[in-house]
């Protein structure tokens, strides 16, 4: 029997998840990624954290092009707003101005002749322009997180699940478990960590009393990773970004407070 966390979950985004421990094994081939950019990267904005943010300034694709994280919101491609239950700035790449398909995908071209590479079925071949830089979410499809962070004196809990959705990697007879998934996909330790870190600082936002207008400090302060050199005069990575949004949030009323 599922547990009601995962059963309420899989009933609010109607389709069945099965949850994975360390030891299950699940069908998967990493291969069929290499050369697939179809069901995960469209019809679906795609939820970002701080730790994503920052892992995506150093793209290749937009270090070599100086495409920063600002020009990305205002082309539009990345968009914040308020959670309506979390009360939190969340981040999100838009596919809804781009009839589904996420901006970040690219046609992948012969190195010698410069024309796009086909599928067997004749379509363009494309990919991720992101490469290992891309979102924790984009690399851990099919699975899917759902994170349990309890009382604030106890560590925060991920579950790891199996979507049942369309995805060419589990159409397979090979399987593997957790950490060869993790593996092959270069998903760390480390970057699972920082992600649960800013899970856990966004639920700090519920029951704050916090203005408007001071939503968008917060958004520049999370999302675009030169807002602390711009406005507070200092250079700053992922830690320093994630240690002042818990400080500057640790000051914040709660709403029973403010009269």
């Known amino acids: 029997m599922q547990p009601e966390h995962i059963k309420h979950i899989s009933e609010k985004f109607g389709r069945d998840i099965t949850p994975l421990g360390p030891q299950d094994r699940f069908p998967f081939d990493h291969s069929a990624c290499l050369d697939c950019s179809s069901a995960c990267c469209y019809s679906t904005d795609v939820l970002l954290s701080m730790h994503d943010i920052h892992r995506m300034k150093e793209a290749p694709a937009l270090t070599q092009t100086g495409t920063t994280i600002a020009r990305l ?3 539009g491609i990345l968009r914040c707003y308020v959670g309506p239950e979390s009360n939190a700035p969340l981040c999100i790449i838009e596919t809804g101005k781009t009839n ?13 002749t410069n024309e796009v590479q086909r599928t067997p079925d004749g379509k363009p071949k494309t990919l991720c322009a992101l490469g290992e830089h891309k979102p924790l979410r984009c690399k851990l499809y099919p699975l899917g997180r759902v994170t349990s962070l309890g009382k604030a004196d106890k560590t925060p809990e991920q579950q790891m699940v199996l979507q049942n959705i369309m995805c060419r990697a589990t159409e397979t007879a090979k399987t593997v478990t ?8 270069h998903i760390s330790q480390e970057i699972l960590q920082a992600n649960l870190e800013c ?4 639920t700090a936002f519920h029951g ?3 203005a408007r207008s001071r939503f968008y400090f917060y958004m520049g302060l999370m999302y675009d990773p030169d807002f602390i050199t711009n406005v507070l005069g200092m250079e700053a990575g992922f830690s320093i970004a994630l240690a002042l949004t818990k400080k500057f949030l640790s000051k914040e009323p709660f709403e ?4």
């Open 73 to 75: 919101f205002a082309l």
């Open 100 to 112: 589904g398909r996420c901006s970040f995908i690219a046609a992948v071209c012969d190195p010698c």
């Open 178 to 185: 957790l950490e060869e998934f993790y593996k092959s996909n």
């Open 199 to 202: 899970m856990e600082a966004l």
């Open 208 to 210: 704050k009393a916090i």
């Open 256 to 259: 029973s407070t403010v009269h």
